[in-house]
């Protein structure tokens, strides 16, 4: 069995040289990956300010529910996609590959197709529980016209992922779409002036960078449309019955992390769903570092899971782990000192809320400061206790969250928002440890909580003393700077400057040439 742990003790170099070819992948992943993934939210930053400073707070803020609403589904929809990461790395054959890829991927429009459908037909209801009136439906109609295309992005996507594709996911993910969508932001805010032709053309842009990531799979990996094999209908039944767990998995994460927006709709305004939009857009900063390290950790987990290798796997987790504290603390802090002048770029109704925005901060950094938990609880097999766990979660979300935004209106949400993400990440910790012995935390992962209190400082000196963008970006470069020499100071472990020093050597090559 794939995980069980072998009759003899591993032998330690062998470990060390896994673990160190397992942290090179994930961590050349993450390195090409992270400046790729700080363009995308510069350009996701700049294609909201467009539209936050073109269209009123409350025409955004539609904009943003009949999205989010879309994204629910979509999101749903993608628990089938997870089974592309954990076998395509692992099927030696290219027929079997095919058979995998397009299995996955016209189940996964068939069910995107039929949801969008139910969203169609469903829109002047949920328009009618949210009173709004037919602006409204037009957004949302034309966000479930587009829900297959955006499923078809990200589909494509895993599968760039599975095969390890740094460079082409980056471009399809991290800079075509986002580049896309900024010009589609721009014409439809300064040409035609209107929030339908956003949104249509939103989903038309995924569509078309989802068919060229596609053509780049066929031409490069020699993927081909392939279902019709002797072992064809094993590996559709093992596709399903992994992923199935995951697709109603998917339900649980995905209300835990969309469903705050039908209690927008049912007891907030338009404007509300605008903040709660950018406040989560602006905390996603947080979760860069383990948006870097997830890029590629999928294949690398489950690769060393199939094979035995749980020493290896488990140091692994160890190293990711303290890697996404360090980068995830030294985002957080200037984010939340300099909260006021962040919200200000979208304009100064969003400043009046910007007092809201370090709980979005803090669910974030709770939600990463566990490393790769639900990627690994996943690549372990261990779907169904994922599906359990954020079940569970659900439920304490719907008890607690309807109260509260019912009671406290915007402020009670981000409190439940807070609440979510931070119960969820410790009960997935909690479960990974009982059942494969894996867990983040060392004493190691202390150093960069000590590290951030001379960055705080110097930022809030800092902000004492200048104002505007400028406090901005002096405070947060000093204070970088602090949390650098601090965590220095304070040491690292020998295995991530061995990690430092190959990827130096690895990249100086590569310019060389």
Not at 219 to 240: D, F, K, Q
Not at 277 to 289: F, K, M, N, Q, W
Not at 351 to 359: D, E, I, K, M, N
Request: charged share 15%.
């Amino acid at each position: 069995m794939p995980g069980d742990s072998p009759d003899v003790p591993e032998d330690e170099d062998a470990v060390e040289r896994r673990l160190e070819d397992a942290l090179e992948r994930v961590a050349h992943g993450a390195a090409v990956s992270v400046p790729a993934i700080v363009l995308e939210r510069a350009l996701n930053l700049a294609f909201t300010a467009v539209l936050t400073n073109s269209f009123a707070a409350s025409t955004y803020g539609l904009f943003a529910l009949a999205r989010r609403l879309q994204r629910y589904l979509g999101q749903v929809t993608l628990g089938f996609r997870s089974g592309l990461s954990r076998y395509l790395p692992t099927t030696d054959d290219d027929t079997d590959r095919d058979v995998i890829a397009t299995f996955a991927s016209l189940l996964l429009l068939s069910v995107a197709t039929l949801f969008g459908g139910v969203l169609y037909l469903a829109t002047p209801a949920i328009a009618d529980v949210a009173n709004e009136g037919p602006f409204f439906e037009r957004l949302l109609r034309t966000f479930a016209v587009g829900l297959p295309a955006s499923v078809w992005l990200f589909t494509v996507s895993e599968m760039l992922r599975a095969f390890e594709e740094v460079g082409p996911l980056n471009l399809v993910l991290r800079i075509g779409f986002p580049v896309t969508q900024l010009a589609v932001g721009i014409t439809g805010a300064f040409v035609f002036r209107d929030m339908v032709v956003v949104a249509a053309g939103v989903w038309v842009a995924m569509g078309m960078v989802g068919v060229a990531a596609l053509w780049w799979l066929g031409r490069e990996r020699g993927l081909r449309p392939r279902l019709r094999t002797p072992e064809s209908a094993t590996l559709c039944r093992r596709y399903v019955g992994f992923t199935t767990p995951l697709f109603f998995g998917g339900i649980a994460i995905t209300t835990q992390r969309l469903g705050f927006y039908p209690l927008i709709a049912v007891y907030l305004s338009g404007t509300a769903s605008g903040v709660f939009a950018v406040g989560v857009l602006v905390g996603t900063l947080v979760r860069l570092p383990l948006l870097g390290i997830n890029q590629f950790i999928p294949p690398v987990a489950a690769a060393l899971y199939e094979k035995g290798h749980e020493t290896a796997l488990r140091r692994l987790y160890h190293v990711t782990s303290r890697l996404v504290l360090v980068g995830s603390t030294g985002l957080a802090v200037p984010t939340i000192v300099y909260r006021q002048s962040i919200m200000a770029v979208f304009g100064p109704t969003f400043v009046t809320y910007a007092y809201l925005l370090p709980g979005f901060i803090l669910a974030q950094f709770f939600a990463s400061a566990a490393g790769s938990v639900g990627i690994l609880l996943t690549m372990t097999d261990n779907q169904r206790a994922l599906l359990v766990v954020n079940t569970a979660i659900t439920v304490v979300l719907a008890i607690v969250a309807i109260p509260l935004t019912a009671t406290y209106g915007l402020a009670g949400l981000v409190a439940s928002y807070l609440l979510m993400l931070t119960l969820n990440n410790g009960l997935e910790v909690a479960v990974l440890y009982y059942l494969e012995g894996l867990q983040p935390l060392t004493w190691a992962h202390a150093k960069p909580l000590v590290a951030a209190v001379p960055l705080a400082v110097v930022a809030l000196g800092v902000r004492a003393v200048l104002i505007g963008p400028l406090a901005v970006v002096v405070g947060t470069g000093f204070g970088i700077a602090a949390y650098a020499a601090a965590i220095r100071v304070l040491g690292t472990a020998p295995v991530e400057r061995r990690l430092v020093a190959t990827l130096v050597s690895r990249y100086r090559t590569v310019v060389g040439r």
